[in-house]
């Protein structure tokens, strides 16, 4: 008879799989924990986008993003550093939601690591002239006609990284719920003062 114990019965298999799902996610455009549901705010001002996770760093419990400095949220974390995160994976039939802190990162050496390895596609982001979110007349990009397109070039995509800001979310608790047609789980992983697991009922 086999004693061997299903991962999502072990706290610490549960763990593993999270950070492989996140780790996989960095790099992997078809993970669906790539791009996680993140909310910040307070109680009379929350709201809530898809992100596109940059980075997972287990080591140390964070999770990063990249923004634009003009975007709505940075006023919001400025205010209030607590957010949420929220994954889930279809297939896998897991969600993951995470409580951070989070640090806004401007003009460093974090948001200059992370600028040298953002692809010139991808800064075309960080050079509209208005604040992401301010009104206009018309449908818009944001950009300049001759910016409108994918020719520019890499010297003029510089000119995004003063709008660039990496967002960094150092994890404080992990709630995982796995549906399974046996039986649910639920499990608790509590960072906030060392490590503390629990179970939960689903």
Same mark, same amino acid.
């Given at each position: ?5 299903? %991962? ?7 763990? /593993? ?8 996610? @960095? ?10 549901v993140?909310?910040c705010? $307070?109680? *009379?001002?929350?709201?809530g986008?898809? @992100?596109?996770?940059?980075?997972s760093? =287990? ?7 990249? *923004?634009?400095?003009? #975007? ?6 400025? /205010? ?22 989070? @640090?806004? $990162?401007h003009? $460093? ?5 992370s ?5 010139? @596609?991808?800064?075309?982001? %960080? ?40 967002? =960094?979310? /150092?994890?404080? #608790? ?24 629990t179970?939960?009922v689903?």
């Amino acid at each position: 008879m086999s004693t061997e114990v299903s %991962y999502y019965e072990s706290f610490r298999e549960i763990e /593993k799989k999270i950070w492989l799902m996140l780790s996989d996610a @960095v790099s992997n455009r078809n993970s669906p924990f790539r791009i996680p549901v993140f909310i910040c705010g $307070n109680q *009379s001002d929350f709201d809530g986008r898809i @992100v596109v996770l940059r980075k997972s760093d =287990q080591s140390n419990n964070i999770l990063q993003y990249h *923004s634009d400095i003009r #975007s709505g949220k940075i006023a919001r974390l400025r /205010k209030n550093k607590n957010g949420a995160m929220l994954f889930y994976d279809k297939e896998e039939k897991i969600q993951v939601r995470m409580k951070v802190d989070c @640090v806004v $990162n401007h003009n $460093n050496d974090t948001t200059k690591e992370s600028w040298s390895k953002t692809q010139h @596609v991808s800064r075309k982001c %960080y050079l509209v002239d208005s604040d992401p979110g301010s009104k206009s007349a018309t449908p818009t990009s944001g950009l300049k006609p001759e910016l409108d397109n994918f020719k520019f070039s890499k010297e003029q995509s510089e000119a995004g990284y003063k709008n660039f800001t990496v967002i =960094q979310c /150092k994890i404080k #608790s992990i709630e995982w719920l796995y549906l399974a047609a046996k039986g649910h789980r639920r499990a608790f992983l509590d960072y906030s003062d060392g490590e503390k697991y629990t179970w939960l009922v689903p």
